[in-house]
């Protein structure tokens, strides 16, 4: 029991405790699971709900900030979890960059932006009292919007500004909501550089003659949201409505994270998303998307549109850096299904895969068609190519579990058809039948046929996607429920050939979600849940119907008719790349050295304790004749402080 025995043996717990008193903490991250997708971002733990838009750091790295409970699956204890990427797919946890304070019970979206010091700060909402709903009576001060500044190059740490900003929503006014603020650069009154802020919230009518009730409950005029302008990031100036309408039917009563998509501004278009709930005809919320020409005070809307027709919601957009402006999105899927096995996962919520958003537009305001697509950088999970097929005319191509993997694989299918057939209403173009089980009991079906013209319906059949839809109670649970689409495509002519045109379809399966992209002009999100999850040797993958051809197929029977002449053009199929790896020692010791001048002293003192014990060691075992060495610290992954989309070896709930 001599001192360098001592030493030998303890340093580890040593070094253990002090980290953990001087550097903020990383929660565990939870191994995969049977429906946790594989390169689709999820928190380390617990809920998650809203992505903050995306900040570009000049060091090349990119900040991803999101609602965060990593104490359980449920809402509540909200917080701006953090993780950290250079291309947006693989990311490194950090600890939780904003947490609730003893007066602010909920730190709800917002954004980033850089102050007129040049430091990056966090502007958000925060939740002082608590439910808050557009359906509740509003209460003064429930939100407020303030601000968190960096206290570190890494952004690991925030300081939360003690008073806000903006207290609560424009004076005499009647709202649903005032949160979600979106900060961005402009030009203001007389050319001057400033800051403007839009805030999401609702209109309700007032009630004139009675100041004790001066707001009616119940009288809603339409979602809204709100224009705030600052020289500074402290001093803001209320400049108006920036946008409203009162069609609740299809843009609902209460607008929630408002984002202008900035590279797509034309002079005569500005196009701003926004969550959208509830529309008079559905208590579902959306996302949506709104566009006109505006006055940079005002924008006076003239089209709306949907971002995502499924579950995807609280769009956050940003655009991507380069010479080439780029309009990027990404958004949030909830789960879908039962809440116990959504406690048993361990792990609510899902980001979609970067996409980029362009604008076509055509002679009239209304011919203009805003497209979407995933990112560029997607393509490079996919593994290498495994089929490519160039038939003219099929009946059905079955992909094996052996071809596309077993939950995970990204599908590009072309359908090649006569033109005339596109203004037939209810011509069948493509079926789709995923993650289908050997019995083929279990199946998610997407069905596309044509309405008239360029316009498509897109329906994504989950009744039989997993053995809870197949049950008698799951049968009439929303979470087996048809998903629909109705809208504009792009079919482009064939250059060689100008009576046929071909429609694109891409679909990308990562276990329990799906991103379905339609003639580039509709997306749609899906959760399904299989029981096989992603590694049973039953799974078959995925088959592709198209209608018309000659039955020449491959590998299933063909039940199709020869009718409207809609043929397979071509199709390709990958594997898709898991983004869990393990994590790098380098970022262990940044996020360490990010907490100041004690993380720097505890990074010192355990390196220098290991050194001795390292040493001390050493001798010990080679005077015993032992050729065994210690591992030194910081070499190991195990101990990472940043977790890569790594399960824990330890049984702790915190890392450093």
Request: overall charge neutral; aromatic content about 8%; charged content about 15%.
């Amino acid at each position: 029991f001599s001192v360098p025995f001592m030493m030998a043996c303890c340093w580890p717990l040593v070094v253990t405790f002090l980290a953990l008193l001087c550097c903020p903490a990383v929660p565990q991250r939870l191994p995969p699971s049977l429906h946790r997708p594989l390169f689709h971002f999820s928190a380390p733990r617990g809920w998650m709900n809203d992505p903050i838009p995306p900040f570009f750091a000049g060091d090349g790295s990119v900040h991803l900030f999101y609602q965060a409970n990593p104490r359980s699956t449920t809402w509540g204890n909200i917080s701006w979890g953090h993780a950290v990427s250079t291309e947006m797919l693989y990311w490194s946890d950090l600890p939780i960059a904003i947490a609730p304070t003893s007066a602010i019970k909920g730190i709800f979206t917002g954004s980033m932006f850089i102050d007129q010091a040049g430091i990056p700060t966090a502007a958000f909402t925060g939740a002082r009292h608590i439910p808050i709903s557009w359906d509740l009576p509003y209460v003064p001060g429930q939100e407020t919007q303030d601000l968190a500044v960096a206290t570190d190059a890494s952004l690991v740490r925030f300081e939360v500004k003690k008073q806000p900003i903006i207290s609560g929503p424009p004076p005499n006014t009647c709202v649903t909501g005032f949160r979600d603020p979106s900060v961005y650069k402009a030009t203001c009154a007389g050319g001057t550089p400033c800051l403007r802020m839009l805030i999401g919230g609702g209109l309700r009518a007032a009630n004139a003659d009675n100041p004790q009730q001066p707001c009616n409950k119940t009288a809603y005029k339409g979602g809204a949201v709100f224009m705030y302008e600052a020289t500074n990031a402290t001093s803001w100036t209320y400049r108006g409505v920036f946008a409203t309408s009162s069609d609740t039917a299809t843009l609902g009563k209460n607008w929630e994270c408002p984002n202008l998509l900035h590279a797509l501004q034309t002079p005569n278009t500005t196009i701003l998303t926004v969550g959208t709930q509830p529309q008079d005809t559905s208590w579902q919320r959306a996302a949506s998307w709104v566009s006109g020409k505006t006055n940079h005070s005002t924008l006076s809307i003239q089209r709306s549109g949907v971002v995502d027709h499924g579950n995807l919601y609280a769009i956050a957009a940003f655009v991507f850096p380069g010479s080439v402006l780029r309009q990027g999105l990404i958004g949030w899927s909830d789960e879908d299904q039962p809440a116990a096995d959504v406690a048993k996962a361990g792990f609510a919520g899902v980001l979609s895969l970067p996409r980029v958003a362009t604008l076509v537009e055509g002679a009239a305001v209304d011919e203009a068609l805003l497209l979407f697509a995933p990112a560029p950088v997607v393509d490079t999970l996919r593994e290498t190519r495994s089929i490519f097929s160039s038939y003219r005319t099929v009946g059905v191509t079955v992909l094996p579990d052996s071809v596309v993997g077993a939950a995970t694989f990204d599908l590009v299918v072309a359908v090649r058809t006569n033109t005339s057939a596109l203004v037939v209403p209810g011509s069948a173009l493509l079926t789709l039948q995923l993650l289908t089980d050997d019995a083929r009991n279990q199946t998610t079906t997407v069905v596309v046929t044509s309405q008239g013209g360029n316009v498509v319906h897109v329906r994504v059949d989950r009744s039989r996607s997993s053995p809870w839809c197949l049950s008698s109670t799951g049968q009439a649970s929303p979470h087996c429920s048809t998903l629909t689409a109705v809208g504009p495509v792009v079919f482009h002519p064939e250059p060689s050939d100008q009576q046929h045109a071909i429609m694109n379809v891409r679909v990308i399966v990562d276990r329990s979600i799906c991103e379905i992209f339609a003639g580039d002009a509709i997306a749609l999100t899906a959760r399904v849940y299989p029981s096989f999850g992603g590694d049973s040797a039953s799974m078959l993958g995925a088959s592709v119907s198209v209608p018309g051809g000659d039955k020449r197929a491959r590998g299933a029977d063909h039940n199709g008719t020869a009718s409207q002449g809609a043929t397979l053009a071509f199709l390709h199929a990958w594997p898709m790349r898991t983004v869990w790896r393990t994590p790098s020692p380098s970022l262990h010791i940044k996020a360490l050295a990010a907490g100041g001048v004690a993380g720097v002293v505890v990074l010192a003192f355990a390196v220098a304790i290991a050194t001795v014990g390292s040493l001390q060691s050493r001798r010990s075992h080679v005077a015993g004749g032992s050729t065994t060495e210690r591992v030194p610290l910081l070499q190991s992954p195990s101990q990472a402080a940043v977790d890569i989309q790594q399960p824990a070896n330890d049984s702790s709930d915190e890392q450093c």
